[in-house]
């Protein structure tokens, strides 16, 4: 059965840093791609970053570009959430998400089959 262990997340004032990490248990073989998602209350769950093993290829959305930088390792199945610069709209549920089949879209909820629970990101202002 597949498992995605969360940890990192917690309080920090703005400006701060803070950094996830996510990993995908219960299959020998690598994931395809793994990414992370927020949602803050109120609002829709939203793209963060992911990372596709095959090609390096990396995805940011545009809000944490040049402030979250995500890495991992393809043989562990497991990726990092590294956030710098946190401002208080990066205030959320943080989501790490996996998937072991092909799929063209890093930047989508439904390219992944598999969810962690979630941690929560705080930064005050």
């Known amino acids: 059965q597949v498992q995605l262990v969360e940890s990192g997340g917690g309080s920090v004032q703005a400006g701060g840093s803070l950094r996830l990490s996510c990993a995908a248990l219960g299959r020998t073989t690598s994931t395809y791609i793994m990414g992370w998602f927020r949602q803050a209350p109120g609002k829709e769950r939203e793209f963060v970053a992911a990372?596709?093993?095959?090609?390096?290829?990396?995805d940011l959305a545009d809000t944490v570009k040049g402030r979250f930088t995500i890495s991992g390792d393809k043989v562990k199945n497991t990726v990092y959430l590294q956030m710098d610069s946190l401002k208080p709209e990066d205030t959320a549920v943080y989501y790490c998400?996996?998937?072991?089949?092909?799929?063209?879209?890093?930047?989508?909820?439904?390219?992944?089959?598999?969810w962690g629970q979630g941690t929560q990101v705080t930064v005050s202002s």
């Open positions: 998400a996996a998937e072991w089949e092909w799929s063209s879209r890093l930047d989508s909820a439904q390219s992944y089959g598999y």
């Open positions: 990372i596709r093993w095959n090609g390096g290829r990396i």
